[in-house]
C-alpha cells in the first residue's frame, strides 16, 4: 500500500528554489512540479482547507485565518476546533478506500477533534490565575508525553513572536521547524501512517520581517532546504512517497493600510473605554474591517452606510479589489462567515487591524503577543519594540517576575506597522510568487488551483 508524506514548507515559491535550496532544487528536478493558483485569500487557514477537503470557503467555510462571529459579536482567530470545517477532508474518503488506512497530521492547523488518527498542534495552558504555560495538544492524549520524552519541550517562543526565526534564549532560528520535523519522524517510526501531513514554518518569519528579497533570508532557505531534504531523504528510505508543497507565497511590502482608522474618522467606528484604554466594540460599530494580512473582511452592521463604505474602502490607496456579493460568489467566499464586503490589497500593500488613533489608548494587548484577543492578524509581534531601552533585560526580569508568581505584562511589541517587510493574502501577478506543488507522481499540469491539491493528494495515496 502506497504512503505518503505531504510537507508544508510555508512561503516557498518558484522564485526561492535554486542555488540556496540546492536538496529542494534538486528534489524538484527529479520530480514533476507545478505553480498553484493560490487560496483567495492566501492564508494559512484558507489554503490548508482548500488542499484538504477540494472545496472553497463556500462550502467548507473557512474563509481566512478569522472571522466575525454575528451572532455573539466577537471576532474570532486562530481557533482550533477541526469541526469549522465544513466539508468532509481527504482521509476521511481515503478511509473509505484504503483498508488499514491512518492519517497522521502534524501541526496543520484545524487539528483539534478530528478525525485525523494522530494530532500535535500547539496548545497553552491557561490556569485560572493568567498565567500562560507554552505546551502542545495531542490525539490520542498518550502522544503529548511520549513526544515530550522523546524530543523534549516544544520551543514555543520559537514558533511565534519575536523569537521565531532569530537566534534568542528559547532556541535557534530554526528551532520549531526542526522539532516538528522530528515528530514527523518520530510518528513515522512509532505508527507508520499512511499519510503524513507535515507543517514547515520557518521561512514564514523572516520572509515577513525582512521581506523576501533581504540578503538574510539566504541563511533562512539553507535552514528549511536541510530540515526539508533530511526529512525528504529519510521518508524516502522507508518506502514514503513525498509531496512537498506551500500554501502561499510571500511579497515584499512598504504600506500597510489602517482601514479602522478610516472608519473611526467616519464615525463607524464604536470603541468602549477599559481602564483607560480602547477596546474595539464590534457589536456597536456601524462598519469594521477584520483585518488578515492582505485581505480584510468588511462587517457592515448598518446597512445604510453599505454604499458609502465601498466608495471609502475603493478610494483608499493600496486597495486593489473590493467584492460584494456578486464577486464573492465568483471568488467562493460566499459563506456567512465573510464580511459583507471582502477586500484585497496591492502586492506592496497590507491591512492592519488598528482602530486607535492615538498609540497611548492602544489596548494593552496590542503591545503583546496575544494572536486571540486581537480583532485582526498582527505581524508586527514579530519584533520587539526599538523604543524600550534594553529591551531584553526587561524581559528577563518580566520572566523573572512570572517566575516567581507574580503578575506581569509582556508589553515589548511596538506599534509601528511599518516594520513589516512581507505580506500575503493576495494573488501575485508573477506565478514566480506563487505557492507550489513538487510530487514524485505526475501532476495534471504546470498550474493547478487550489482545491486541485485534494486529487494530488488522493492519487499519491491510492497509487
Not at 526561492?16 to 532544487?25: F, I, M, Q, S
Not at 514533476?32 to 488542499?51: E, F, G, M, R, W
Not at 474618522?265 to 477596546?279: A, D, F, H, Q, S
Amino acid at each position: 500500500m502506497p504512503r505518503v508524506a505531504v510537507l508544508n514548507v510555508v512561503g516557498l515559491t518558484p522564485s526561492l528554489v535554486g542555488p540556496r535550496t540546492p536538496r529542494l532544487a534538486a528534489f524538484a528536478k527529479r520530480g514533476h512540479v507545478a505553480a498553484i493558483d493560490p487560496a483567495l485569500p492566501a492564508v494559512t487557514c484558507t489554503a490548508q482547507s482548500d488542499y484538504l477537503t477540494g472545496r472553497r470557503p463556500s462550502v467548507h467555510g473557512i474563509v481566512a485565518n478569522g472571522w466575525y462571529d454575528r451572532s455573539l459579536a466577537e471576532v474570532h482567530f486562530w481557533k482550533q476546533s477541526n469541526h469549522l470545517v465544513a466539508a468532509p477532508k481527504v482521509w476521511d474518503e481515503l478511509r473509505g478506500l484504503v483498508p488499514g488506512f491512518t492519517c497522521a497530521k502534524m501541526f496543520w492547523w484545524y487539528n483539534m477533534y478530528s478525525t485525523a488518527d494522530f494530532s500535535v498542534t500547539p496548545r497553552p495552558m491557561y490556569p485560572a490565575d493568567g498565567r500562560k504555560f507554552f505546551d502542545v495538544y495531542s490525539w490520542p492524549y498518550a502522544l503529548r508525553p511520549d513526544l515530550k520524552a522523546a524530543l523534549g519541550d516544544f520551543p514555543f517562543p520559537t514558533f511565534w513572536g519575536p523569537a521565531a526565526g532569530i537566534q534568542s534564549p528559547q532556541g535557534t532560528p530554526d528551532a520549531a521547524s526542526r522539532w516538528i520535523a522530528a515528530s514527523a519522524r518520530w510518528i513515522e517510526e512509532k505508527h507508520r501512517p499512511t499519510l503524513n501531513l507535515v507543517y514547515l514554518p520557518h521561512l514564514d518569519y523572516n520572509l515577513q520581517r525582512l521581506g523576501p528579497h533581504h540578503p538574510a533570508v539566504a541563511e533562512d532557505l539553507g535552514r528549511i532546504d536541510a530540515i526539508a531534504g533530511d526529512l525528504i531523504d529519510y521518508l524516502e528510505a522507508r518506502g514514503v512517497a513525498v509531496i512537498v508543497l506551500s500554501e502561499y507565497g510571500i511579497t515584499p511590502v512598504d504600506t500597510p493600510i489602517h482601514l479602522n482608522r478610516e472608519f473611526r474618522k467616519k464615525g463607524w467606528i464604536t470603541v468602549r473605554e477599559e481602564l483607560g484604554l480602547e477596546v474595539l466594540d464590534a457589536g456597536n460599530s456601524r462598519a469594521f474591517a477584520v483585518a488578515d494580512h492582505q485581505s480584510a473582511h468588511i462587517q457592515i452592521n448598518d446597512p445604510g452606510i453599505a454604499g458609502e463604505v465601498r466608495a471609502l474602502l475603493e478610494s483608499i490607496p493600496g486597495v486593489a479589489e473590493v467584492h460584494g456579493a456578486e464577486g464573492k460568489r465568483r471568488l467562493g467566499l460566499d459563506h456567512p462567515r465573510a464580511g459583507d464586503l471582502v477586500a484585497f490589497s496591492r502586492e506592496n500593500a497590507w491591512f492592519t487591524y488598528y482602530y486607535w488613533l492615538d498609540d497611548a489608548k492602544a489596548p494593552d494587548f496590542a503591545r503583546c503577543v496575544d494572536i486571540h484577543r486581537k480583532p485582526g492578524y498582527d505581524p508586527v509581534e514579530l519584533f520587539l519594540d526599538p523604543a524600550i531601552p534594553a529591551v531584553k533585560l526587561r524581559i528577563l526580569a518580566k520572566l523573572l517576575r512570572k517566575k516567581l508568581g507574580f503578575r506581569m505584562l509582556m508589553d515589548v511589541i511596538p506599534l509601528d506597522a511599518t516594520l513589516v517587510r512581507g505580506s500575503h493574502g493576495c494573488r501575485p501577478k508573477s506565478e514566480a510568487d506563487w505557492p507550489m506543488l513538487v510530487s514524485g507522481q505526475p501532476l495534471p499540469g504546470a498550474r493547478m488551483g487550489s482545491t486541485d491539491v485534494y486529487a494530488v493528494i488522493r492519487a499519491a495515496v491510492l497509487g
